[in-house]
Nanobody, 120 residues
Framework: QVQLVESGGGLVMAGGSLRLSCAASESIGSINAMGWYRQAPGNQREFVAVSTDDGSTNYADSVKGRFTISRDNAKNTVYLHMNSLKPEDTAVYYC??????????????WGQGTQVTVSS
């Protein structure tokens, strides 16, 4: 069981920046994919960004060029650097860890979420 704790959310004006952190309870080097998702009120949870253990990253089209995901394996922490924030980025942001097994089997772990509010 991987425990994840997010931090860094808050209230920011449009155009501003925030950095979210996700601290894992074990080495993230052993986790295949570390990612961020978000959920706005009335919406489903949606993918934001992912960093995989082969060094690749992927982003939702809505955040490309504005958000950057990074890992610090020594601190067992994943970050989401968010720039040029827009009101539509307002949501609860969740950290996710996936560990893959044989075939398509995997385990998925979630943090408790951190609120990001962008005012216009």
């Amino acid at each position: 069981q991987v425990q994840l704790v997010e931090s860094g959310g808050g209230l920011v004006m449009a155009g501003g920046s925030l950095r979210l952190s996700c601290a894992a309870s074990e080495s993230i080097g052993s986790i295949n994919a570390m990612g961020w998702y978000r959920q706005a009120p009335g919406n489903q949870r949606e993918f934001v960004a992912v960093s995989t253990d082969d060094g690749s990253t992927n982003y939702a089209d809505s955040v490309k060029g504005r958000f950057t995901i990074s890992r610090d394996n020594a601190k067992n922490t994943v970050y989401l650097h968010m720039n040029s924030l827009k009101p539509e980025d307002t949501a609860v942001y969740y950290c996710n860890a996936k560990r893959y097994y044989s075939g398509s089997d995997y385990s998925s772990f979630w943090g408790q979420g951190t609120q990001v509010t962008v005012s216009s």
